[in-house]
């Protein structure tokens, strides 16, 4: 068991981060004085723990980022829905405005016609009576 632990111990690769440099000197601290294969082993279990630990707060923050970024898009989504129903509100409203004045226009210009039409023909009676004393 020892010879198992201390050959995997020896296959660590020194690694450029400063916590990973320290955690090195460690293990070569423990093969140097040939530390209990328990104390070693402990050592080994309490930094898979950090690891695990570190890895699952890494793991946290990039959900927390990534539930950020999705409530940022959410709201986005959101506010352009509301800006396309509010657009499209706007134009049905100028279509029915527009509608309307058409129709009050043609209205108009009908009972107008009307009218000039109505005192043509009274004008046109009047006349014909006169001119028929």
Known sequence: MQVCIKHQASQLEPDPQPSNKRKQREVN????????????????????????????DDDNNNNNI??????????????????KIIIIVVVLVAAAVAIVVIVVVVVVVAVVVVVV???????????IIVNNK
């Open 29 to 56: 601290k423990f093969e140097q004085e040939g530390s209990s294969d328990l104390s070693f082993i402990e050592f080994l279990i309490n930094n898979s723990h950090n690891k695990f630990n570190k890895s699952n």
């Open 66 to 83: 990534n539930n950020n970024h999705n409530k940022k898009n959410h709201n986005n989504n959101n506010n352009n829905n509301n800006n």
């Open 117 to 127: 039409v109505v005192i043509l023909v009274v004008v046109g009676i009047i006349i």
